[in-house]
């Protein structure tokens, strides 16, 4: 089956420093990725939808400045936190979806503490 | 935009029993509903999906049904086992109807179903 990954699967950062979360699909081309917030105990929430070689479109009430999405290649999505917050710290989910329009597949996610 | 409500969010069953989780959407445009189960820490997983143009669909211990013209879909798990203790989320996604917001996943609020052995 389809496989997405992200890196790192954890981070630990600072206030006030931006951190970059990649997301890949490894064995297929994912025209689409889209990114979701997840916050303890709480549902996924879009962030943000991603296509190759276009700008993201971001959900209402979502930072474009402060998380910047980069979708360079049909295999790549870069979700960069800028001046991060601890009210940032949440587990960031991407997931990638090819040209069929069909079914979105998971990363494992990553979590991010700000301290 | 599509609004999914999920019920309950919280379900205590004892082992052997069915489940029941029940979802409605908003926007009539949506043509594909998935179920995910999520672990602690872990991604969603696709557990089963319906398409609006099926009613209900089965496979194994779990089925969903779905009721376009009331706009709403259920999860039904039988004969359920410690392991199926998890989250579980429904999802309505928007079809071409939907304009610019096709292909978006909603998703319901998340239901923690336990199942005590």
């Known amino acids: 089956g389809a496989v997405v990954s992200q890196h790192p699967s954890w981070v630990i950062c600072k206030s006030g420093t931006s951190v970059k979360i990649e997301c890949r699909s490894l064995d297929f081309q994912a025209t689409t990725m889209f990114w979701y917030r997840q916050f303890p105990k709480q549902s996924l929430m879009l962030m943000a939808t991603s296509n190759e070689g276009s700008k993201a479109t971001y959900e209402q009430g979502v930072e474009k400045d402060k998380f910047l999405i980069n979708h360079a290649s049909l295999t790549l999505s870069t979700l960069t936190v800028t001046s991060a917050h601890p009210e940032d710290s949440s587990f960031y989910i991407c997931?990638?979806?090819?040209?069929?329009?069909?079914?979105?597949?998971f990363g494992p996610g990553t979590r991010l503490t700000v301290t | 935009g599509e609004n999914v409500e999920q019920h309950p969010s919280t379900l205590s069953v004892q082992e052997g029993d069915s489940a029941v989780i029940k979802c409605t959407y908003s926007d009539s445009a949506s043509n594909y509903f998935p179920w995910y189960k999520q672990e602690l820490g872990k991604r969603p997983q696709l557990i089963i999906d319906i398409r609006s143009n099926v009613g209900e669909k089965k496979d194994q211990r779990i089925a969903v049904t779905l009721n376009k013209t009331a706009k709403h879909f259920s999860l039904h798990i039988t004969e359920t086992q410690p392991e199926d203790s998890a989250v579980y989320f429904c999802?309505?996604?928007?079809?071409?109807?939907?304009?610019?917001?096709?292909?978006?996943?909603?998703f319901g609020q998340g239901t923690i179903l336990t199942v005590h052995p």
């Open positions: 997931s990638a979806r090819d040209g069929t329009g069909g079914e979105q597949y």
């Open positions: 999802a309505a996604k928007l079809g071409l109807a939907g304009g610019t917001s096709y292909g978006k996943l909603t």
